[in-house]
């Protein structure tokens, strides 16, 4: 019997000894956990994961507190739409996209600056979409094994594009499944699939993969058990996306009441990226050296973009942010949420496109986007409410938790980590 007591003791204290040397509490003055506000949080993290959260809760004795009673707590963000790997060094005598092209290592290693601007802007998980030699496969598999800090990372390699010197449909088809299972065989989560023309200044919308190849790629990455994200510009390609099942409907503008009902009716995810556009107009002459008109262009699509995806919210479409950020887009991931609030999205309806919505997209609902127990331990605190007031998420994060490690600290007015 003593034996039995003094071994349950050992088992009790070691766990204790465990909990106070791995264990954090962190307290926050209020903490919007991705469906609700807990006045006086406390949340207990044990290793990268969530072990409880309470209002007012006891902190074990001995155990590391951070006092973070001067901010509110939310989880960390998730951006649906990136191309991390497109690294500019600010350098506006040339214009960014006509960089000499680097090895991949150098991408890979560049790439986690923008992953660290992210986090700083309190965005710990990026969903990538378009990278090229797999780049991106090796950035989120550093992060992953801890060798590089940076935000969790979900990966579509290169995206697939339209084949028109193939001459036949089921030639096409077949290439398309190809394609298909080597990006997955290769390594990536998500498949992208560039199904009209447009991008940067080109703001044309014109469909250069039909529906059967949609059709075709969305069925074996399906099959494979990975989802896929579709990008067009214009209204025929995003018909089409819809029709053939995507998993996530980036950019399309101009959708019309019908193509918009079936996207609802099918419960695809819509990425507007509507910010990402405004972007480009403000860089216009610096980073990027568009011709003349660009910006009226990028104007007009801006309006159109914000009109159907206003639409779209309006019908009842489940919407994400995505910044679609490139260059020194990073960490300005979540401006999208002012276009969300100006089409009538309440804050937390807002805040929800970047958190716990955007983790049911990743399929990721039970681990990402929640601060819950079992989940990652992935917070922000801003200096603010966000309930009231959505700029202070855009402005004021000032500490940035990832998987239980503190990735970014401005509470002292000095940052731990300068690029
Ligand atoms: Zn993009």
Known sequence: MFQRITLLSAFLLTCCLHAATTGKAIKFGKLWDGHQVIAHAVVIVDGDQIKSVTANGPIPAGMET?????????????????HITYYWNGDTSIDARRQKPRREAITVVLSQRNGMKALEAGVTTLRDLNAAGGADFDLRDLINMGAFVGPRLFVSGRGLHGLPKIPTMDEKIAEQIKATKETIAAGADWVKIFGSTGGFDNVTGDQTVSYEEMK?????????????????????????????????????????????????????WYVPTIDHNEYYVENAETTYKFPAGAKENLEDYIHRNFITAQKAYKAGARMLVGSDAVYNGFGLNMRELTWFMKMGMTNEQAMQTATVNAAEALGMENKLGSVAPGYFADMVAVEGDPMTDIQVVLKNVRWVMKGGAVVSDKTKGFPTHTN
Do not use: N
């Open 66 to 82: 951070i006092d973070l009673s001067e901010y509110t707590g939310i989880p960390g963000m998730i951006d649906m739409h990136t």
């Open 216 to 268: 075709a790629v969305v069925d074996e990455a399906h099959a494979e058990g990975h989802k896929v994200a579709i990008h067009s510009y214009g209204p025929a390609g995003a018909r089409d996306a819809i029709r053939a099942g995507c998993d996530t409907l980036e950019h399309a503008t101009d959708m019309d009441d019908a193509t918009i009902a079936e996207l609802v009716r099918k419960k695809i």
